[in-house]
């Protein structure tokens, strides 16, 4: 059975827009090490970086990466529906507020639908020994890494991955569009009707 969005493709497939790498290194700034007042002074950049992981899906578009354009990758987090639904109770409960299960229904309708500006869904998924839980992107987030690292690792690893396949992917893309072109107007239009 085929899935309409997803393929598996091979460690040495070239890398597109809409390939998800699961266990991705990343590099995250650290505040906590440094102080703000002293954040003024370049030198202590080095001190505030940290390496990490997260389940990440390559936002740069396809036909840059094609045309070898660019030299560094965007990649957002993606996280399994089931731990972004624990995140989810944990902030509702922080500002006192009771998650329900109908209140959960809406905010995946609303997350489906567009309406949450930082968040995208993404379908499960089970082909060819790639199983996937659904996925919440989160456009908060945005890393980048050196596409040959990335290209060496997921060759190095050896390992198939899932890559979005078309329209889902342009969905994807649009929504992470749709987060960066908000404007807000310091006075909005002035109502005369």
């Not at 091979?10 to 102080?35: E, H, K, M, Y």
């Not at 890393?143 to 997921?154: A, K, M, N, V």
Request: aromatic content about 8%; proline content about 7%; some cysteine.
């Amino acid at each position: 059975m085929t899935d309409p969005w997803y393929r598996r493709v091979d460690a040495r497939t070239p890398l597109t827009q809409g390939d998800l790498v699961l266990n991705c290194p990343i590099v995250q700034w650290d505040w906590s090490t440094t102080r703000f007042e002293v954040a003024n002074n370049p030198e202590v950049l080095p001190e505030m970086v940290v390496a990490a992981e997260a389940d990440v899906v390559v936002m740069t578009q396809a036909c840059d990466l094609e045309e070898q354009k660019v030299e560094n990758v965007i990649l957002c987090p993606h996280l399994p529906l089931s731990d972004h639904k624990s995140l989810w109770e944990s902030s509702l409960r922080q500002n006192s507020q009771n998650p329900t299960s109908r209140n959960w229904e809406r905010h995946c309708s609303q997350v489906c639908n567009g309406f949450v500006w930082n968040l995208a869904m993404l379908n499960a998924s089970a082909i060819e020994g790639l199983s996937l839980e659904q996925r919440v992107v989160d456009f908060h987030e945005v890393f980048t890494i050196p596409r040959g690292f990335l290209e060496s690792l997921l060759r190095e690893r050896g390992t198939p991955r899932l890559r979005l396949l078309p329209p889902y992917r342009e969905h994807l893309s649009q929504a992470f569009a749709r987060f960066f072109m908000r404007v807000g107007l310091p006075v909005p239009v002035e109502r005369v009707w």
